[in-house]
């Protein structure tokens, strides 16, 4: 989840500034291996601390939206040596008001929440035959896009984007009905609940996060390699833009943004 947290500061904090002076932040996936340096080189480039402070002052400038939150924000990104990645730290050392002014809308949160959900849809639809639905269990971040999966369900125009190799979103959804149930109600969800949870773990070893209490390749081994999406950073570059050569991630975005009210990622 940090790697989609800084991916986050990307999108608001950086693409902004380069739509602007009409540059595709995403094209084939660049958004997606920036931050993934972002990520890995970092701590290293930056200083683990100062690294660290940054993120969680861009998280206090998107939760406050304040001018003394997106000013600090700006004087953190300052303090680091962030020649050493201009392309990722650039526009807000600059002040960009495009990044600012993302930063600020009302509505613009650092919820992973809804690019796990979009993921997983595309995952299911790319599955499923035919009509499927989907129960989720009562938790908070799942009760606040309900409705938006509802409103998913009920978007009748007929539209197709591409994102990788392996996903795609298409309107109207093979999703036909989304319902809340008690996970304890519920062995399917209990199961997707244990399943969820052995991934991120295994994922967070992988990733060096903390020590894993499971063996995570023994773990990653239970899945094949196009089950993951949004999940483990990857540098090899060459490969990164192979898989995600012609995305229409800024298509998708724009839609997404007119259609429901909602920034994609």
Not at 89 to 98: D, I, K, N, R, T
Not at 108 to 135: C, F, K, N, P, W
Not at 187 to 195: G, H, L, P, T
Not at 196 to 216: F, K, Y
């Amino acid at each position: 989840m940090l790697r989609i947290k800084v991916e986050f500061a990307l999108d608001y904090a950086v693409e902004p500034f380069y739509y602007e002076r009409g540059l595709d932040f995403y094209e084939d996936g660049q958004n997606y291996s920036l931050a993934s340096l972002l990520y890995t080189a970092g701590p290293t480039l930056l200083g683990k601390e100062a690294f660290d402070a940054l993120l969680v002052t861009f998280q206090r400038a998107v939760k406050e939206k304040t001018e003394g939150a997106l000013r600090e924000l700006v004087l953190a990104a300052s303090r680091l040596n962030w020649r050493e990645l201009p392309e990722a730290l650039g526009p807000l050392v600059q002040a960009s008001p495009e990044c600012l002014s993302a930063i600020a809308t009302t509505g613009v949160t650092t919820d992973a929440a809804i690019v796990v959900l979009q993921a997983l849809i595309s995952r299911m639809e790319l599955m499923a035959d035919g009509a499927y639905r989907v129960e989720h269990d009562q938790s908070k971040n799942l009760l606040t896009y309900h409705d938006l999966l509802q409103r998913y369900i009920d978007h009748q125009h007929e539209v197709e984007f591409r994102q990788t190799q392996i996903a795609s979103i298409k309107f109207p959804l093979k999703l036909s009905s989304v319902s809340q149930v008690d996970s304890k109600a519920s062995s399917a969800v209990q199961v997707a609940d244990v399943m969820i949870g052995a991934a991120i773990e295994a994922a967070n070893g992988l990733t060096g996060l903390r020590p894993p209490l499971l063996e995570p390749q023994a773990v990653m081994s239970l899945y094949a390699d196009d089950q993951f999406i949004h999940l483990v950073p990857s540098i090899d570059f060459t490969e990164q833009k192979e898989f995600r050569q012609g995305t229409q991630a800024a298509e998708m975005i724009d839609y997404f943004a007119k259609h429901f009210g909602t920034k994609s990622s």
